[in-house]
Nanobody
Framework: QVHLVESGGGLVQAGGSLRLSCAAS????????MGWFRQGLGNQRDLVAT???????IYGDSLKGRFTISRDNNKKTVDLQMNGLKPEDSDVYYCNEAVRRRASDTSYDNWWGRGTQVTVSS
């Protein structure tokens, strides 16, 4: 099993900053991609940002420049620095990771945290 725990959510004013962090624990051999998604309005969660183990990052539309994703492979953590927050950024943010649990495994699986609330007031 892999357990992801998010932290850093809270209430901030528009234009403010917040830093989210996600810590992974459990049986982990390799974490290929780490990322953040938010609930959005639909059934599927919306991409916020992802980062590969090599450091290549992808951001959701209109988020690049305000949000910065980073990871620490030794600590098995992924952070999301959010600057210039807007009320429309308010949502539940979920940590997601593609994990190969054992070196002998032939595939990897996606794991989700329980989410952390981000609220931006105007």
């Amino acid at each position: 099993q892999v357990h992801l725990v998010e932290s850093g959510g809270g209430l901030v004013q528009a234009g403010g900053s917040l830093r989210l962090s996600c810590a992974a624990s459990g049986t982990i051999s390799t974490i290929y991609t780490m990322g953040w998604f938010r609930q959005g309005l639909g059934n599927q969660r919306d991409l916020v940002a992802t980062i590969t183990k090599e450091g290549a990052a992808i951001y959701g539309d209109s988020l690049k420049g305000r949000f910065t994703i980073s990871r620490d492979n030794n600590k098995k953590t992924v952070d999301l620095q959010m600057n210039g927050l807007k009320p429309e950024d308010s949502d539940v943010y979920y940590c997601n990771e593609a994990v190969r649990r054992r070196a002998s495994d032939t595939s990897y699986d996606n794991w989700w945290g329980r989410g952390t609330q981000v609220t931006v007031s105007s």
